[in-house]
């Protein structure tokens, strides 16, 4: 069929034709919304779970929910090379800008030049100019040093300016289990004092199923956050993910075929994606057959393999994957790593670094004290694919 009208889009942070299956956390997000319109400051969202699991393109509809009500929001992925602290006062440049104008009340002035001044302590050569003189204005101040203090002082200022815009602050952060541990710190204070003083600013962190053991390990009182697991679908929502979009231009699945996708991708939005976008393509007509299904199975592994899987394999060193291998099959849902030290034949002790680089690699995360587990769904089967 038509490859020109396939509605499926495998791929890290694509959104889906029809994003199934997340309505609680849609809608408690957009409750918190309109609290923190009335004054009342929720705490942090947090979603966790595995690769490909559609935390990205949560984390995303979260961010377009905000900016529908007018809010002003922030979306940065940690991981790269830049601090919290730049991430944060790069991703407010865009948004500033669009709401600075001439007529701008003082608290936007105010935090013009206190984002002036967030700039300034991490860029040196870098100025910032909206086109509007701040001289003689209040603000600024949010160059410390301290990342605390300097954090609290452009949510504060910014999200006060925001809420005179109609809204408040949205700040969005992917791949949270990446920030340092000062950096979770400091964002679980900052948030903390957001509440206590009903600053219309609002968190949603998204990361790892480690996410929230991390949290915890970082501040006590992360136990405030709220923690939403963002698993694998039920079964009618993968059939609504597959059968959405088709109809929308009149395709239809047969029921067998349909059957069988879901049940080839465990349900997984990025297996989901993947075979679906397949199947259609294998397809001669409008009508999805079990045939076309089949087919689109077998392509999609390839693909998987290709990429999903096979970008993350080849980050890793030979002695890695030693140890990947030594996981399989128990990986996909966790076995210990005293029981991998005794299949590679080495005391547990100097397997350690091993064990940190593929948790620093993002490969495996630690579901319990001990134990180990990948981070993707179904590597087990992909490295049992690979020759030696
Ligand atoms: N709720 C959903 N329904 C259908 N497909 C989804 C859903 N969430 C994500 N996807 C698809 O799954 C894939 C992975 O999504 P992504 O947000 O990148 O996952 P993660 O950030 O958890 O690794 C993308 O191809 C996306 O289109
Ligand atoms: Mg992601």
């Given at each position: 069929m038509d490859p020109v009208l396939n509605p499926y889009v495998p791929g890290a942070g694509r959104r889906p034709a029809a994003l199934v299956g997340r309505d609680d956390a849609i809608n408690s997000w957009s409750v918190a919304l309109q609290r923190a319109e009335r004054g009342i400051t929720d705490q942090p969202i947090v979603l966790y779970g595995l690769r490909g699991v559609g935390k990205t393109v949560l984390l995303t509809q979260l961010r377009h929910d905000a900016e529908q009500r007018g809010w002003l929001a922030v979306q940065v992925e940690a991981g790269?090379?830049?601090?919290l602290r730049e991430m944060i006062g790069e991703g407010l440049y865009g948004p500033l800008s669009d709401i600075t104008?001439?007529?701008?009340g003082k608290r936007l002035l105010k935090a013009l030049k206190t984002a002036v001044s967030f700039k300034a302590s991490y860029d040196a050569t870098g100025t910032w100019n909206?086109?509007?003189?701040?001289?003689?204005e209040p603000g600024g101040g949010?160059?410390?040093?301290?990342l605390e203090t300097d954090l609290k002082k452009i949510i504060k200022d910014v999200s006060q300016a925001a809420a005179d815009e109609g809204g408040g602050l949205a700040v969005l952060i992917d791949?949270?289990?990446?920030?340092?541990k000062d950096e979770l710190v400091t964002l679980a204070v900052a948030s903390q004092a957001a509440a206590q003083d009903n600053w219309p600013v609002l968190f949603a962190l998204a990361g790892l199923p480690n996410l929230p053991q991390i949290l915890a390990e970082a501040k006590?009182?992360?136990?405030r956050f709220k923690y939403v697991h963002v698993e694998r679908l039920a079964p009618a929502e993968a059939r609504e993910a597959l059968v959405r979009p088709a109809q929308e231009v009149s395709v239809t699945w047969e029921q067998d075929a349909l059957e069988y996708v879901i049940d080839q991708s465990g349900s997984y939005p990025y297996f989901i994606q993947q075979f679906g976008q397949e199947a259609w393509n294998a397809a001669s007509d409008a009508t999805i057959t079990l045939g076309d299904a089949q087919l689109g199975v077998a392509r999609g592994h390839q693909q998987l393999d290709n990429g999903f899987f096979r970008t993350r394999w080849d980050r890793t060193t030979k002695a890695e994957k030693d140890y990947l291998r030594a996981m399989c099959p128990e990986g996909d849902t966790g076995i210990g790593s005293g029981e991998v030290a005794n299949r590679l034949g080495k005391p547990i002790g100097k397997l350690g670094p091993r064990r940190s680089s593929l948790l620093h690699k993002g490969l495996i995360y630690a579901p319990d004290h001990g134990v180990v587990a990948f981070t993707v769904p179904g590597m087990s089967g992909f490295i049992s694919r690979q020759s030696e």
């Open positions: 790269s090379s830049s601090s104008r001439p007529s701008a909206f086109g509007i003189d701040l001289t003689g949010a160059d410390s040093g301290r791949e949270a289990q990446d920030l340092t006590s009182y992360s136990e």
